[in-house]
């Protein structure tokens, strides 16, 4: 280590430095750095072997130690100063810290001494605002600031942070609910600015190699990360700002949704007609209605409108006994019209102007305030509301327009000015819900679908989508940039409303294309306005089957996508990855998103424009891929034209690998592994592979903390002769498994033997794929082997 330290100080890259700033001196105390500048103090530790967070607090200003982000508890690294004439190095096996005193400059090395960043002016101030500046080197690709379409690689792109919609937007949008003041690069490190105030991020959008970060307010702390591959970066960052609770299983299912169901009848017969036609449905979200008949002047009321929905408790228990969840849509918003107004007021529990009264201004609903979140009474109110409604029933909960949508900067909360909570007000929103849901209903997972959020707001259970998308081919089209870019930025469970929200284009085409992409993507959630229905179930009949299909491949699949939200759970690991994820030198893959990776094992390319019947695919190199549909061979490394088709979208699955499937329930509520198809799909050129399935009850949470689970494991061992898989259970200690009966169907092989825990089966004929029935008890491991 200390060699390499020395040779970071001979071969340090020559970056532009700012010449106005001086060094004066360092020291080490408790594991902190703290350099003393001409313009102010670093202090400077490590949160991890992989993760160092330096904080300037420049001169006349005091250090804020408080976080919204970080959770990750400061480890103490011992590290010994290096010091070479005019440097001064520090660091972990992963990262080194390298300071230049003339001229003074702070660069970040890797473990091979590659230069990752500098700061460049590093702290400047102008007018009102604050910036960090770094040199960038001119091959890197960079990617973060939250949800925005602007192309995959966003390089070259000055990024707002301020939380906003953007209705209708289609194949661009500049600025949208989620800013999270972060940027990864193809480098494989990231670098988060921990400050929720408004400002922003600057990719290099001069084109003169600089990153800058600018806020109006706030810390000045940032954390440089970085990862020996692109799941292992993101499971460092997650590791800093905290992983994703395992969502309940009932929200891998369909959803029905449209803006918006204006009675219970309506409730009650569209369940029925998802029923009547055997369309499987765990859940139906009721929008603005439930608690007014009209559009504006009743936001606020948070309460039944008891005209047009009688007898909730009833309309909610009768649906719960159905195997269907009730999701109600909540706003932060109290009109002055609604009739929690008063009772807001004399509580004191909204924001204020400068008087400390309560702040009001006009918005598309109406006049209006906001509950102040940020004061433990305005949390306390908010969450009363929700208690009573869980109580009910009430299965998940939608918090909408958590920008806020429109938030003068006037207003004053608990926890700051407007422009500098705004950011953060979706955040703590979500937080106020999941810490309600651990003290009043610990045995719950909470579902929490909200439309805006800050770093780290995946800790909460914050289940993202991307806003009142265009229903429009173009809408579509930037669904996977958006999808992908929140999976690497933490937020893996970032969505569509599929079939597209905003406006009343009419296209089944579109529609279906849009569902066969929402099988593969994190939630199943079609929604719309109400000019076009979104419902799989109020569709012609035509559209109805074509669909219902889709939802069927959904259900069939929730073991394996199930296991996909436990390994996010788990390490951060999105579930839908970009290809640079496994060729992170392959520089013709740093923009692609039309084209990404399901889990590790699919391989997904949704058609996005109108009569497509062909189509160009990019097979990765590291391994074969066989068609999901027609089983037909992909060679690894290739690019090839391949027919579409009506029915499904192109879809690959990586040889060797294991995909757990079950037969089409109706909900949930019917889920069980004690019955399942494994297929396996053999390539004479994997010669090991692995696969698993996650399972436990779908509700509690910390499920595999406390040991109430099973992991059901598979291997494969081929020797160019014979292929041996073998099966096993691992059961948490507070588990009660069952035998699985496990139907093993083996793709693209031709048997000559065929033996199950030694014993050979003697069959008539052997169907492709091969079949091979076996069952599965706890600690006894199943073995086929095949000689081919």
Same mark, same amino acid.
């Given at each position: ?127 009102? *605002? ?73 990719? +290099?959008?001069?084109? +003169? ?34 992983? #994703? ?59 039944? +409108? ?65 509950? +102040? ?147 593969? #993507? ?116 290739? *690019? ?149």
């Amino acid at each position: 280590m200390r060699k390499l330290l020395l040779l970071l100080l001979i071969t340090t890259v020559s970056f532009a430095q700012n010449a106005n700033r001086k060094f004066i001196s360092l020291n080490q105390k408790d594991g902190i750095v703290n350099i003393k500048t001409n313009d102010g103090d670093y202090s400077i530790h490590f949160l991890s072997n992989k993760i160092v967070e330096n904080s300037f607090i420049p001169k006349g200003q005091s250090n804020n130690l408080k976080s919204e982000a970080v959770v990750l508890n400061n480890v103490p690294y011992q590290f010994q100063i290096l010091k070479n004439g005019n440097y001064l190095s520090f660091g972990t096996e992963y990262i080194t810290v390298l300071v230049n005193k003339k001229p003074f400059q702070i660069t970040y090395k890797d473990n091979e001494n590659h230069t990752l960043l500098s700061e460049k002016l590093g702290y400047t101030k102008k007018d009102s *605002t604050e910036t960090l500046s770094f040199n960038l080197d001119n091959s890197e690709a960079l990617y973060g600031g939250g949800a925005r379409a602007l192309g995959m690689n966003s390089r070259g792109n000055r990024l707002r942070l301020y939380n906003k919609a953007h209705y209708g937007y289609e194949t661009q949008s500049e600025l949208m609910n989620f800013c999270i003041p972060m940027v990864l690069s193809s480098k494989l490190y990231a670098v988060h600015f921990d400050n929720p105030a408004i400002g922003y991020l600057d990719l +290099d959008s001069k084109k +003169d190699n600089t990153l800058s970060y600018e806020t109006i307010s706030g810390r000045k702390t940032y954390q440089v990360i970085v990862g020996d591959s692109w799941t292992d970066l993101i499971s460092n960052y997650t590791d800093l700002t905290g992983k #994703q609770p395992l969502l309940p299983r009932w929200s891998f299912g369909n959803f029905a949704s449209r803006f918006g169901y204006h009675s219970q009848d309506e409730v009650e017969s569209t369940i029925r007609k998802f029923q009547e036609n055997k369309i499987p449905v765990d859940a139906i979200i009721l929008d603005l209605y439930w608690f007014g008949k009209e559009i504006k002047g009743t936001m606020g009321n948070l309460d039944w +409108d008891k005209d047009k929905y009688p007898n909730p408790d009833k309309m909610i228990s009768d649906l719960n006994a159905k195997g269907v969840k009730t999701i109600l849509i909540t706003e932060p918003f109290i009109l002055t019209t609604s009739s929690k107004w008063q009772e807001t007021v004399d509580k004191k529990v909204l924001v204020t102007d400068k008087t400390g009264k309560p702040a009001t201004w006009d918005f598309y609903f109406g006049n209006t305030s906001v509950v +102040d979140i940020f004061k433990p009474e305005g949390a306390a109110w908010f969450w009363s509301v929700y208690k009573r409604l869980i109580n009910q029933g009430v299965g998940g909960l939608w918090g909408d327009l958590g920008e806020p949508e429109v938030f003068p900067s006037k207003v004053i909360t608990a926890g700051g000015k407007a422009d500098e909570v705004h950011n953060i007000y979706g955040h703590n929103w979500a937080k106020l819900i999941a810490d309600g849901y651990k003290k009043d209903f610990p045995t719950q997972r909470p579902f929490i679908l909200m439309r805006a959020g800050y770093s780290g707001s995946q800790r909460f259970g914050m289940v993202p989508w991307s806003g009142d998308v265009s229903r429009s081919w173009g809408g579509l089209q930037s669904q996977m940039e958006i999808a992908l870019q929140m999976g690497m930025q933490g937020m893996a469970f970032m969505h569509s409303d599929l079939g597209g929200f905003a406006g009343d284009y009419f296209d089944n085409e579109l529609y279906l294309r849009w569902l066969q992409y929402g099988v593969f #993507q994190p939630i199943f959630r079609p929604h719309a306005q109400e000019e076009v229905a979104s419902e799989v179930a109020r569709k012609d009949i035509v559209t109805m089957a074509a669909a219902k299909k889709q939802v069927e491949l959904r259900y069939q699949l929730m073991p394996y996508n199930y296991t996909l939200a436990f390994d996010n759970n788990q390490k951060g690991t999105p579930l839908m990855r970009p290809l640079f994820f496994e060729e992170p030198n392959n520089t013709a893959l740093t923009s692609v998103a039309g084209t990404y990776f399901w889990g590790n094992n699919f391989l997904v390319n949704p058609i996005t424009k109108a009569g497509v019947t062909s189509t160009e695919m990019y097979f990765p190199k590291s391994n074969n891929w066989f068609d999901f549909y027609t089983n037909e061979k992909h060679l690894a490394g290739t *690019t090839e034209t391949v027919k579409v088709t009506a029915d499904y979208i192109p879809t690959y699955v990586r040889g060797g690998s294991f995909i757990p499937m079950i037969k089409t329930i109706q909900n949930t509520s019917a889920y069980s592994l004690d019955n399942f198809d494994l297929h396996y799909y053999f390539d004479a050129s994997v010669s090991n592979s692995a696969g698993k399935v996650f399972n436990d009850d779908g509700s509690s949470p910390n499920a595999f903390e406390k040991g109430q689970y099973e992991l059901l494991n598979f291997t494969s061992t081929n020797n160019g002769k014979s292929l041996v898989l073998k099966l096993e259970e691992t059961v948490g200690k507070n588990y009660n498994a069952t035998d699985k009966n496990v139907a093993v169907l083996i793709h693209n092989i031709k048997a000559k033997h065929i033996f199950v825990n030694g014993q050979e089966q003697f069959y008539k004929t052997f169907h492709e794929p091969m079949q091979v029935n076996v069952t599965l008890t706890k600690g006894t491991p199943s073995e086929i082997k095949i000689e081919y």
